[in-house]
């Protein structure tokens, strides 16, 4: 016979595996119905080194970047925090769902490197301080904050750009990126640049 304390714990376990197990199911799901919506993405995000017309700049890569941080930014282009015709234009036709089954696909791309936990021993002085979110080895440490490592060079500093001069606003990165020079843009976004990490999306 079957003990009260042996029932209660295997109907425990049960019901955490299916719970695991619907989850998996919802992720694949959102990756799934985002890849469909995501298809008009691809045709910059998925060309290697595709530029943005003007201002020049490479598009940034996607492929390994954090699945919450996507999420945020498409909000950003579309709330309009972030200012990017093209991007907000795109943005703007959203729903909160179809931008989290979005960012669901991208995160499923690419993302070995990642993973595999990018470069071992990175240090770089001038980057102190942005290491404190975005990892030492640009490997971001929070869901909610970007990887940077492996990104377009001339991408971070066009984003650290904006940051500084506002025209895309963040309550962090704005205070942080009004004290730096041209040089020290320079600078960070060829270190972090550097980095194993991210990976452009290109879909066979």
């Not at 919802?26 to 910059?44: K, N």
């Not at 700049?57 to 709330?79: F, I, N, S, T």
């Not at 499923?108 to 240090?123: D, F, K, N, Q, R």
Request: net charge negative.
């Amino acid at each position: 016979m079957i003990s009260k304390h042996n029932f209660i714990a295997g109907s425990a376990a049960l019901i955490l595996a299916c719970g695991i197990f619907a989850h998996s199911n919802s992720v694949a799901d959102d990756a799934s119905r985002g890849e469909v919506i995501a298809y008009t993405c691809l045709g910059c995000h998925g060309i290697e080194g595709y530029r943005n017309a003007y201002p020049s700049y490479r598009v940034p890569k996607l492929g390994g970047q954090k699945e919450a941080y996507l999420v945020l930014a498409l909000q950003g282009y579309r709330d309009g925090s972030r200012d990017h015709p093209t991007m907000n234009a795109q943005a703007a036709s959203l729903t909160d769902e179809e931008i989290k089954e979005t960012a669901a696909y991208f995160a499923t791309l690419g993302a070995e490197t990642v993973a595999s936990g990018g470069s071992s021993g990175a240090s770089f002085a001038p980057a102190q301080t942005c290491a404190a979110c975005h990892g030492q080895n640009g490997i971001s440490v929070s869901p909610g904050w970007p990887t940077l490592a492996g990104q377009h060079e001339d991408y971070l500093v066009h984003a650290l750009q904006q940051y500084r001069d506002g025209t895309r606003k963040d309550q962090v990165m704005g205070p942080l990126a009004a004290g730096l020079d041209d040089a020290t843009i320079a600078q960070l976004a060829a270190y972090f640049a550097s980095l194993e990490g991210l990976e452009t999306t290109e879909v066979e």
